[in-house]
């Protein structure tokens, strides 16, 4: 490897030109001086491009895994600790450095296009799974880029719109899931398009000094392809690389520096972030090497599908009893294009398997009869051999009807117009539902959807995001009950849209008013009693869970909470449980709850598995505005924990006195 170089080596024309891209894919390498490195998208799979002799563009088909939605719904850390590692190796493989991935991006509003690539509602569940990802990737000797810094909530006009948020909402929601990814060590950080409180994201120096001074944050920020606006007012605020290059801006933000408008500290800032990132990105890949093969990582994204599939909804149907004889309907059973079971944008992998469920469940020995019932044009949902289906719905036992969304509705720099399924979709359901008293709905979605037209007329519901490589595999085995389901929703399911605080808040033509504050999510609608179709943190397994034994002790860091999940059922099984605080009195507005930590446990057929976490004492702070500081109240504070939001099963009070716990009691 090259010798590593200090930016005062370097000439001023070489500084601007390095805090520049090369292109859309490389840093720029100033003709040997520096090691180039390559960056790629790839959230939920690898998409490298390559150009042929005629010129044409086209994506390498890559490992497709379950989105970053369906990875989220495991809310299990070393699943996406395995997902990153898996993609490191695809890195590997085809040379790039830097994966530009993952996004932390709270679910403000549920119809943000690219809801799918996020986490989740909440900034810890959030933070912590993009935590474990940055692990996995960079574990395998590959950087990360974690994105996009901040605010962009939504895809409407999102290079020109300002996204107005007060500081104590930016510090407890919107920064919070970046401060704990930053605990990772990520190589550099993304920022987003948007303007935040008037300023473009690109020049946000107030954002740039938090993560630097306050999360520990000493790698290299990106811009998003084409977020500058000014490039030397960019540079100013921190910014240190550009993509893609973009002649104009290089040019000005040349005459700007000769201008006097970009001084040699600055510019000797960023220049220096750029080689440290260079170097630290090619020391990091020395060692490194594939660990896995291609199959193995079709095989670990079959299991993560199967861990962050979600049964919303179950009479006993599921699971299937070997004897009953079942139709299959609605093409995303089956689909004809992989626009179906994806979203569109950066993101879009070009998948190597297929899907065809029903012939996963004739394989697992079930009698299968399939019908479309209504096929994709890319846009719509359209009628086809409709009485077919229903044909078939009369004389089966169970009916599958499989519906959802898809690229063209889900996607980058547009916005979902609706939270509803296609019509033609929605009277499939209703029609063979009312042919058939065991009908199941499987939803492949990456948002949450409302389903108040049709969920009290089938048996189950399925929701199975957008799954990924053997994602009709992982399917079949949670339907039939080789699997038991494990995985809970990571956002809320309203009952419709109106009833989200964000979809009525402000917005005009350049202003998006974050007018709901704290009340993100199950925030708002556990703490005004709003009822909700799904609630944040909920799924049903084939088994059952018990809670018990609750104890609380007081150590040095915190306070240390345990409690028993017993599986009373005769099926093995993963339970997810969650822990919130909520401060009893507070002198200051704060939501009901606040989740703070979370386990997934396997427990066995019978038997009891003890759960603990650290509760810090920071867990019970505000952010002060009055102070500037994160501030725990002296007061009370109850400790909940539940199988969900809306499901406590477990509770205790701790008083906080300047700055020390005391155990109140539990129960």
């Not at 996995?136 to 909530?153: P, S």
């Not at 006097?260 to 960023?270: F, N, Q, R, V």
């Not at 594939?290 to 994204?301: F, L, N, Q």
Request: with cysteine.
């Amino acid at each position: 490897m090259k010798e590593k170089i200090k930016a005062s080596a370097l000439t001023a024309e070489e500084k601007l030109r390095l805090i520049c891209g090369q292109d859309g894919w490389h840093t720029v390498d100033l003709n040997g001086k520096l090691p180039q490195i390559t960056v790629s998208d790839g959230p939920v799979g690898l998409r490298t491009e390559r150009t042929g002799a005629d010129g044409k563009t086209e994506t390498i088909p890559a490992v497709a895994y379950p989105s970053v939605q369906v990875l989220a719904n495991t809310w299990n850390t070393e699943c996406a600790r395995e997902v990153g590692a898996c993609l490191a190796d695809d890195c590997i493989e085809r040379g790039v450095d830097i994966l530009l991935a993952p996004g932390v991006n709270v679910k403000r509003h549920p119809l943000n296009g690219r809801n799918f690539e996020y986490f989740s509602e909440d900034p810890v569940l959030a933070g912590e799974m993009a935590k474990a990802y940055i692990e996995g990737v960079q574990g395998g000797g590959v950087g990360t880029c974690l994105k996009h810094f901040c605010c962009n909530n939504l895809e409407y006009d999102r290079l020109h719109q300002t996204s107005d948020v007060d500081e104590r909402t930016l510090r407890e929601i919107y920064y919070l899931p970046f401060a704990i990814a930053c605990e990772a060590k990520p190589v550099s950080v993304m920022c987003s398009y948007n303007r935040v409180n008037g300023t473009y994201a690109s020049e946000y120096k107030k954002g740039f000094d938090y993560l630097r001074t306050q999360c520990g944050f000493d790698g290299a920020i990106f811009s998003d392809w084409d977020a500058v606006r000014d490039r030397a007012a960019a540079a100013r605020a921190g910014l240190d690389i550009e993509m893609p290059f973009n002649e104009k801006n290089y040019e000005k933000l040349c005459a700007d520096y000769r201008a006097g408008k970009l001084s040699d500290e600055a510019l000797d800032a960023c220049a220096q972030r750029v080689i440290d990132l260079v170097f630290r990105c090619k020391e990091m890949g020395e060692n490194a090497r594939v660990r896995t093969t291609e199959a193995e990582r079709a095989d670990m994204a079959r299991r993560v599908a199967a861990e962050g599939m979600v049964l919303l909804k179950n009479d006993g149907t599921l699971p299937l009893s070997p004897a009953v004889s079942v139709m299959v309907g609605g093409c995303y059973a089956k689909p004809d294009t992989p626009d179906m079971l994806r979203g569109g944008g950066s993101s879009c992998v070009q998948r190597k398997d297929r899907f065809d469920l029903p012939a996963r469940l004739a394989e697992l020995g079930w009698d299968v009869r399939y019908e479309g019932a209504f096929r994709y044009d890319g846009v719509n949902s359209v009628v086809q051999n409709a009485r077919t289906a229903l044909v078939y719905a009369a004389e089966r036992d169970v009916c599958i009807v499989c519906v959802g969304t898809g690229a063209p509705f889900e996607y980058e720099a547009g916005d979902r117009k609706t939270m509803r399924l296609h019509e033609v979709q929605e009277r499939a359901i209703l029609e063979i539902a009312e042919q058939c008293a065991h009908t199941v709905v499987v939803v492949f979605a990456g948002a949450a959807v409302d389903m108040s037209a049709w969920a009290d007329r089938v048996q189950a519901i399925v929701y199975a995001g957008f799954p990924g490589a053997g994602g009709d595999e992982a399917l079949a085995d949670l339907l039939t009950g080789v699997i038991n389901p494990s995985g809970k929703l990571s956002e809320t399911f309203p009952l419709s849209l109106e009833d989200v605080p964000a979809a009525n808040a402000y917005r005009c033509a350049g202003v998006t008013r974050y007018q709901e504050g704290l009340d993100v999510g199950y925030r708002y609608f556990d703490t005004y009693d709003v009822p909700v179709l799904f609630p944040f943190g909920y799924g049903l397994h084939y088994a059952s869970f018990a809670y018990s034994d609750l104890t609380c002790r007081v150590q040095e860091e915190g306070v240390e909470i345990g409690y028993t999940v017993e599986n009373t059922s005769a099926r093995d099984g993963k339970e997810i449980s969650e822990v919130y605080v909520r401060e009893c009195a507070p002198l200051v507005y704060r939501p009901k709850k606040e989740l703070k930590a979370f386990a997934k446990t396997a427990v066995p057929a019978g038997e009891s598995r003890r759960v603990t976490h650290l509760l810090a004492l920071r867990d019970f702070a505000h952010w002060s505005t009055s102070e500037d500081d994160w501030v725990v109240t002296d007061g009370v504070y109850e400790i909940a924990v539940g199988a969900s939001s809306s499901d406590i099963l477990l509770r205790a009070k701790i008083a906080v006195e300047g700055g020390r716990l005391r155990v109140l009691k539990i129960g």
